[in-house]
């Protein structure tokens, strides 16, 4: 099956629920998807239905499009709580909360707080974004997907923040990390249709939501807790020596995707 005929029966499947009887208004419809997708309009904003993690995540172009990549982010924070739950299972003077409070920055569509408390329920999540728009697709994400995660609205680079009242177990992020300078190498379909505030930076290197989260973890991370981020895989190095330098971690990791490219920092106290 080539590429044409493939989108063209994504299309169909997503826009056309089963014993559909196929009306002018549903031709006129198909009609209508097809020249966005001519257009370059990315499939997943045509249906706005995006797969991640084996749930369907209703997607618009205020957020960013769910990757592979970022499945593998979510695998490994599951990984983590399921190791963490098997210690307090079998030591029970550990000093930590049984139930792991986890915050998760720049969610967009919500694809990684939703899909971990669906898939480990005893956590408490809040996740943050900039865009009201965003936070709206989030939102009905979790509700479809009957997720109680709690969603604010917070720039994560204000001077301004409120320190949360208990310190956070975790801290995922998938943040912006492309350079501007980087546009011209992209793809004219994610450049043209996907959200620039949740893709680019900048600054030269794509590092100053990785410094921030750094920077937030001396008094926001709980003194056992762990940061998980998905890397700019040309800059992995420069990420892993600002965890580094962070001085309070014991251990600072990357670890590669199924590609063999390093794409996710694990830091832990």
Same mark, same amino acid.
């Given at each position: 099956?080539?590429?044409?005929?493939?989108?063209?029966?994504?299309?169909?499947?997503?826009?056309?629920?089963?014993?559909?009887?196929?009306?002018?208004?549903?031709?006129?419809?198909?009609?209508?998807?097809?020249?966005?997708? =001519?257009?370059?309009?990315? *499939?997943?904003?045509?249906? /706005?239905? &995006?797969?991640?993690? %084996?749930?369907?995540?209703?997607?618009? #172009?205020?957020?960013?499009?769910?990757?592979?990549?970022?499945?593998?982010?979510?695998?490994?924070?599951?990984?983590?709580?399921?190791?963490?739950?098997?210690?307090?299972?079998?030591?029970?003077?550990?000093?930590?909360?049984?139930?792991?409070?986890?915050?998760?920055?720049?969610?967009?569509?919500?694809?990684?707080?939703?899909?971990?408390?669906?898939?480990?329920?005893?956590?408490?999540?809040?996740?943050?974004? =900039?865009?009201?728009?965003? *936070?709206?697709?989030?939102? /009905?994400? &979790?509700?479809?997907? %009957?997720?109680?995660?709690?969603?604010? #609205?917070?720039?994560?680079?204000?001077?301004?923040?409120?320190?949360?009242?208990?310190?956070?177990?975790?801290?995922?992020?998938?943040?912006?990390?492309?350079?501007?300078?980087?546009?011209?190498?992209?793809?004219?379909?994610?450049?043209?249709?996907?959200?620039?505030?949740?893709?680019?930076?900048?600054?030269?290197?794509?590092?100053?939501?990785?410094?921030?989260?750094?920077?937030?973890?001396?008094?926001?991370?709980?003194?056992?807790?762990?940061?998980?981020?998905?890397?700019?895989?040309?800059?992995?190095?420069?990420?892993?020596?600002i965890y580094l330098n962070e001085g309070s971690?014991?251990?600072?990791?990357?670890?590669?995707?199924?590609?063999?490219?390093?794409?996710?920092?694990?830091?832990?106290?």
């Open positions: 099956m080539n590429e044409s005929a493939r989108l063209a029966r994504y299309l169909i499947e997503d826009l056309i629920p089963l014993d559909t009887a196929i009306t002018e208004l549903v031709e006129a419809k198909i009609d209508k998807a097809t020249e966005k997708l =001519i257009a370059g309009k990315p *499939l997943q904003y045509v249906t /706005h239905r &995006a797969d991640f993690y %084996g749930y369907q995540y209703y997607v618009d #172009k205020a957020v960013l499009i769910p990757r592979p990549e970022t499945e593998e982010l979510v695998y490994q924070v599951l990984q983590y709580l399921k190791k963490i739950n098997n210690r307090i299972s079998s030591d029970r003077n550990l000093d930590m909360r049984p139930t792991p409070a986890i915050l998760d920055i720049g969610t967009g569509s919500g694809c990684i707080p939703v899909t971990i408390k669906n898939e480990y329920n005893e956590c408490n999540i809040i996740a943050v974004d =900039i865009s009201n728009a965003a *936070l709206k697709v989030a939102i /009905h994400n &979790a509700n479809h997907h %009957g997720a109680d995660v709690t969603f604010f #609205k917070q720039d994560i680079l204000s001077e301004k923040l409120t320190k949360p009242n208990e310190p956070y177990d975790i801290i995922i992020s998938n943040p912006p990390y492309i350079p501007t300078s980087e546009i011209a190498v992209m793809s004219e379909s994610t450049v043209k249709h996907e959200p620039q505030i949740a893709l680019f930076t900048d600054d030269e290197f794509g590092l100053v939501f990785y410094q921030r989260i750094a920077d937030l973890c001396s008094t926001w991370l709980a003194d056992d807790g762990a940061v998980f981020l998905e890397l700019n895989e040309y800059h992995s190095h420069k990420i892993k020596e971690f014991d251990s600072v990791e990357i670890i590669e995707d199924m590609q063999g490219k390093p794409r996710i920092l694990l830091a832990v106290r």
